[in-house]
């Protein structure tokens, strides 16, 4: 069961590192340069990021879905 749940592309540890790193680097040059969306403590950049994160991670998963690669 653990092989088929490892094996599916529902669930990626890459995936999963890769979205949240780019959401995290995301949301700290807007916390930084830009200011967009008004980033200014640590505990709002964690927000951002886990909510950007879970977003990108859900996106790449639907696209992983539908082509057939992970």
């Known amino acids: 069961m653990l092989e088929k749940i490892q094996s599916?592309?529902?669930f990626s540890i890459r995936r999963a590192?890769?979205?949240y790193s780019l959401a995290f680097l995301?949301?700290?040059?807007d916390m930084?340069?830009?200011q967009l969306l008004g980033i200014n403590t640590p505990e709002e950049l964690l927000t951002q990021t886990l909510i950007h994160g879970t977003?990108?991670?859900l996106g790449y998963t639907i696209i992983a879905l539908f082509n057939g690669d992970s």
Request: hydrophobic letters at 55%.
């Open 8 to 10: 599916s592309p529902l």
């Open 26 to 29: 995301i949301s700290l040059s």
């Open 55 to 57: 977003g990108f991670y």
């Open 17 to 19: 590192v890769f979205t």
């Open 32 to 34: 930084w340069l830009i």
